[in-house]
């Protein structure tokens, strides 16, 4: 089954303290992305990243780091974490982006809480 | 800048009733346009897209959306609404180097 897995699905963490949230794909997409939702903001994009090794900020990336060793991984890590970093995480991937974009599959989300 | 936008936040229709959910787009050259559906608790799935031909798309779960150039929209749309199409719906436009560029989200409550 074609699938965006991301864990864990609940963190509640203090500030400060580094935290990675993992996001793995069985599909061999190449583009890959990380999204945070806020209420009355919709979903916006922090990195994406179009292939291994080859990652670009998004809309709101300060505070984010990811990587993207490998094909199926593209963990997000914060690595000081702030409570205006608490939010809902999305992981999405998809075949092809932009002009001849596919739909994109996303993860179950991740529920971060920063006290 | 590609964008969309979605001028409602809150869509209420009563079960048996057609719903719009309103999204107009801000696109240069021939838009691609999607529509997004999250459920309670879940990750964001596909509903439709338009890429170009016929200005009414097809999706699933019964939904459909109308493009339409000269009012820059494309609304989303069902005949019968039913309870378990409450949810949060997103439209959404590919950016340049990026996947998506969403709106704000419209909920939608059908009420029984």
């Known amino acids: 089954e074609a699938q965006v897995t991301q864990n864990p699905r609940y963190l509640i963490t203090v500030t400060g303290k580094k935290l990675t949230v993992t996001c793995s794909q069985n599909?061999?997409?190449?583009?890959m992305s990380w999204y945070r939702q806020d209420p009355g903001l919709g979903l916006r994009q922090i990195y994406y990243s179009m292939n291994v090794e080859v990652t670009d900020k998004g809309d709101v990336p300060e505070g984010y780091k990811v990587s993207r060793k490998e094909k199926r991984n593209f963990p997000l890590i914060l690595e000081s974490p702030s409570p205006n970093q608490t939010s809902l995480y999305f992981c999405?991937?998809?075949?092809?982006?932009?002009?001849?974009?596919?739909?994109?599959?996303f993860g179950q989300g991740t529920r971060l809480t920063v006290v | 800048a590609q964008s969309v936008a979605q001028p409602e936040d809150q869509v209420n229709v009563a079960e048996g009733n057609p719903l719009t959910v309103k999204c107009t787009y801000s696109v240069s050259g021939n838009p691609y346009l999607f529509w997004y559906v999250q459920y309670p608790n879940r990750g964001l799935q596909f509903l439709l897209k338009?890429?170009?031909?016929?200005?009414l798309v097809k999706g699933s779960y019964g939904f459909e959306a109308e493009f339409n150039k000269s009012q820059t929209s494309f609304h989303l749309k069902k005949p019968s609404a039913l309870v378990s199409d409450s949810a949060l719906y997103f439209c959404?436009?590919?950016?340049?180097?990026?996947?998506?560029?969403f709106g704000s989200g419209t909920q939608l409550t059908v009420l029984p």
């Open positions: 599909m061999n997409h190449e583009y």
């Open positions: 999405a991937s998809s075949l092809s982006i932009g002009r001849l974009s596919t739909e994109a599959f």
């Open positions: 959404a436009v590919p950016g340049s180097a990026r996947q998506l560029t």
């Open positions: 338009y890429i170009t031909g016929d200005n």
